[in-house]
């Protein structure tokens, strides 16, 4: 049954793949360039800490390829090599006044899909975008900001004071959408985004203290990319 479903699905993309060829338009439009904006962080802890929103910066390198349009979709691929500062802050709400967050530095690097829906031209217009892929980054470095005084013995949960990165690579899901004005000197994004991280920074086995490190951040972002070939 199983051989039989495979060749009836790859004989239905075989009888298809003619008329897809005939719906698609192909473009190579190439755009390079900066990007910047914010992260708004958090982690997702097991055992749970309590948290407000860390607030961290990013920016980088944008990397942009229009191949196809297909109906009225454009389809491409987007990659970017960025900066992108993470971390948490807790939230502490008793009477000791005390606070901590933590700065956690990466490259990061996504890779997604590209879809854009909008005026077919690179010159003028305006068009709205989503992308969609995956993420790796890398761990640079760390720092722990707390009060003055700060003590770990009023705390709860106490693990988390003074126990650095185990794990330096990152993985996740990210997920954005905005609009691309372009113009006679070049594109104009702004764009909204959403990381899931996969991964944990610290070990998560049965032995360890806690079962789930991971990473999330919602971002918001400008971008200027040029056109350089086509």
Not at 21 to 26: R, V
Not at 71 to 93: A, D, P, T
Request: charged share 20%; hydrophobic share 35%; proline share 2%.
């Amino acid at each position: 049954m199983k051989r039989l479903l495979v060749s009836l699905l790859t004989a239905c993309i075989l009888a298809t793949a003619p008329s897809l060829a005939q719906l698609t338009d192909e473009r190579h439009y190439l755009t390079v360039g900066v990007n910047g904006g914010m992260n708004m962080c958090s982690v997702s802890f097991s055992p749970s800490i309590k948290q407000d929103t860390f607030n961290g910066i990013s920016g980088g390198l944008t990397f942009r390829y229009i191949s196809e349009k297909y109906f009225k979709m454009f389809c491409g691929i987007q990659g970017e090599i960025n900066y992108s500062q993470r971390g948490w802050s807790e939230l502490i709400e008793d009477e000791t006044g005390d606070s901590y967050s933590r700065a956690m530095n990466y490259i990061e690097v996504p890779l997604m899909a590209h879809l854009a829906f909008g005026k077919d031209s690179q010159r003028k217009g305006c068009q709205f975008f989503v992308n969609l892929g995956p993420q790796f980054a890398f761990f640079m470095s760390e720092k722990e900001n707390m009060s003055e005084g700060f003590s770990k013995d009023e705390r709860l949960i106490d693990y988390q004071y003074g126990k650095m990165v185990e794990n330096k690579f990152d993985y996740g899901i990210v997920v954005g959408a905005g609009l691309d004005f372009a113009t006679g000197i070049g594109h104009f994004l702004l764009e909204g985004r959403y990381y899931y991280g996969l991964g944990d920074f610290w070990g998560n086995s049965k032995k360890d203290e806690f079962g789930r490190s991971g990473l999330s951040y919602i971002g918001a972002r400008i971008a200027y990319l040029i056109n350089v070939g086509k």
